[in-house]
């Protein structure tokens, strides 16, 4: 049985690359599902018990810390990365805060590798 990731990113092209990104580096071990935004990232994730889910943090209508926290509190066993250009210490430590992995973009392979391997860590 494959896994799920849902890719939450306001940005249709970075969607498209991350979740490119999660099928060829593990082929056949993921199914992606991808939302446009926080709001839409929790339905989603109610729908599909995500394993593993990717965040930006600036998106309209919700933001991803605040997506996150839902999504946490509905889907506890999920692991959450932050994947961001946002690098201040502030976003990097409400991340932490929150217990999220952080990861500055931009999206390149040894980043979406990183986000694989947490949840490998968390779940392997």
Known sequence: MALTALVVDDSR???MIISA???DLRPGAWTVEEAADGAEA???ADACKPDL??????MPVMNGFDAAVEI???HPFATLVIFSANVQASSKARAEELGIRFIAKPITE???RQALEAW???HG
């Open 13 to 15: 092209v970075s969607r």
């Open 120 to 122: 490998e860590a968390e």
């Open 72 to 74: 946490r509190a509905r």
């Open 110 to 112: 040894a980043v979406v």
């Open 53 to 58: 889910v990717t965040l930006d943090i600036n």
């Open 21 to 23: 990104m999660i099928q």
């Open 42 to 44: 929790i339905a989603k």
